[in-house]
């Protein structure tokens, strides 16, 4: 599904903010990444969804090695991926439902189809009756859902979720964690970068962790230790 | 259903293509005025080389013309191989054609007129003006045989460089709007970059993006481009108006034929063609450099 070996990643001539990475995620599998603030974790998943090529070392998405894939295959790999950003990256002047359409759009699905997937989608996030609302009238909670509705909306092989219970309260952050689970029941890999360990000891996956810029693995029955 | 509108891109809210009408606009109607210059000289010259071509004119001066000197030479050129007509022009006509030139009280005051006997050439047939004329001077001296090729040929010369810079400033005009297009739509890129990022890592190919900033050029050159094509059809039937009023022998009919006047269509419509696939070019080569 996905694997790293030997990454090092810079910005320009400045030093490795990445060293050595070298992991395999399994298809289906779901992992917490986690880390102190400016460990590498936003960079580990921008080599992960294909918005960054690595400065040395190999990337396997969905068994391609990215860096011989020619560019005009690239959309159709992140087709497969969603993402949840940090700051939610909403479009301002889009309504919550045509946000959420958008990869759907992107992909060149039926509108019957897209009216119907969003709708239901949003109404399970809790956002039912916002849906035409834009991204200013909500608040963080909500737009949080929105954009973790339009990672998931069209059922991704591979969600990257950076930071997305962030700004919402615990019942809805418990809520967000078993839709990402009932998603990797039907065979989504998943991988939550988080900060929140009552998060990661409640639900127990495998954990990478990020420690200035060198990853550790700690397998699933060591997960619920101390981090 | 859900979209009610065209882009994911909020252009209605991009400053930068506010200006890009109007550019469009200017670059238009100097554009269709241009283009409207170019096909009546162009007509011009094609009726001046239709009228003359294949025509010669013999002069026979006033001292020695008489009718019977007339009517010999006519019969002569009657008989020459490749001749296809002789008419001799009546004094009055030939006197009419100086009016413009001399004025009608000169004209009429006994001003010596030489005789004219217009010759018209049969088709492909070719007469030596030279050969002719010498000919001739057996029959009646000093006689002269125009051809008009002297200065018909200096003002085709100058009428086709008139053309040429005509078409050579309508290339500067496209070329103009060529970069303009190019500015907005660079400057649309810049504006909108986070949500092209945002679409190219759902995995938007190019030219899903570049087509929606081809639809919003093709939107706002069409606006330009009605707007200028009719501010120029304006004063071009202004022009038309004023220059039926105009009589000048010696000009041929300054104005467009139907033809014409559907051959400047192809400027607007080459504008917005030239915007679409300037500003989808643009989008596709910025959207290259990206990983």
């Known amino acids: 599904m996905l694997s790293f070996e030997n990454v090092g990643m810079r910005y320009g001539v400045g030093p490795e903010v990445l060293r050595d990475i070298s992991f395999k995620l399994a298809p289906g599998s779901f992992h917490f990444l986690t880390g102190s603030s400016g460990a590498g974790k936003t960079t580990l998943l921008k080599l992960m969804y294909l918005a960054l090529r690595p400065t040395r070392g190999l990337v396997h998405v969905f068994d391609q090695d990215v860096s011989i894939t020619p560019r005009t295959e690239l959309p159709e790999l992140r087709q497969k991926i969603g993402v949840v950003f940090q700051d939610f990256r909403l479009i301002n002047h889009l309504t919550a439902v045509e946000n959420v359409a958008l990869p759907l759009r992107v992909g060149g699905a039926r509108q019957s189809e897209i009216d119907s997937h969003v709708r239901e989608l949003l109404s399970w996030v809790g956002l039912g009756e916002r849906l035409d609302a834009r991204p200013s009238t909500l608040s963080g909670g909500q737009q949080q859902r929105v954009a973790i509705a339009r990672a998931v909306i069209n059922r991704p092989k591979l969600l990257l979720a950076d930071e997305p219970t962030g700004n919402v309260d615990d019942r809805i952050a418990v809520r967000l964690m078993y839709l990402f689970e009932e998603l990797n029941k039907t065979g989504t890999t998943v991988v939550i970068a988080t900060h929140n360990n009552a998060l990661v000891e409640k639900f127990g996956h495998p954990v990478l962790r990020l420690d200035d810029g060198e990853l550790t693995i700690r397998r699933k029955s060591d997960a619920r230790g101390p981090m | 259903m859900i979209f009610k509108r065209h882009s994911d891109l909020p252009f209605e809210r991009d400053q930068s293509t506010r200006f890009l009408p109007w550019i469009v606009a200017l670059m238009v109607f100097l554009g269709v005025l241009m283009f409207a210059a170019a096909l009546v000289v162009s007509d011009a010259v094609d009726t001046w080389d ?69 010759i018209k050439i049969a088709p492909g047939a070719r007469i030596d003006p030279v050969l002719l004329r010498a000919r001739l001077a057996e029959t009646v001296p000093d006689i002269t045989v125009d051809d008009h090729r002297n200065w018909l040929s200096a003002l085709i010369t ?21 970069i303009a297009v190019i500015f907005t739509t660079r400057s649309g890129l810049a504006v909108h970059s986070a949500i092209i990022e945002l679409l190219h890592q759902m995995g938007a190919r190019d030219t899903y993006i570049a087509s929606q900033f081809q639809l919003q050029a093709l939107m706002l050159a069409l606006r330009g481009g009605i707007a200028g094509a009719l501010s120029a059809t304006i004063v071009l039937l202004i022009f038309g108006w004023i220059g039926q009023g105009i009589e000048a022998a010696f000009l041929p009919k300054l104005s467009l034929s139907p033809l014409g006047w559907l051959a400047l269509l192809l400027v607007p419509a080459g504008a917005v063609l030239i915007a679409m696939l300037t500003a989808r070019m643009t989008v596709l080569r910025a959207l290259a450099r990206m990983p």
């Open chain 2, 158 to 178: 100058l009428a086709r460089t008139a053309e040429i810079l005509a078409f050579a400033i309508l290339a500067l005009i496209a070329s103009a709007a060529i």
């Open chain 2, 50 to 118: 239709s009228t003359l071509t294949g025509r010669m004119t013999v002069q026979i001066p006033e001292r020695v013309a008489n009718p019977e000197n007339t009517r010999s030479l006519a019969g002569l050129l009657q008989a020459t191989a490749g001749v296809e007509d002789v008419r001799i022009v009546p004094d009055g006509e030939a006197r009419a054609l100086l009016i413009p030139w001399l004025g009608k009280e000169i004209v009429a005051s006994g001003l010596p007129v030489p005789a004219l006997i217009d």
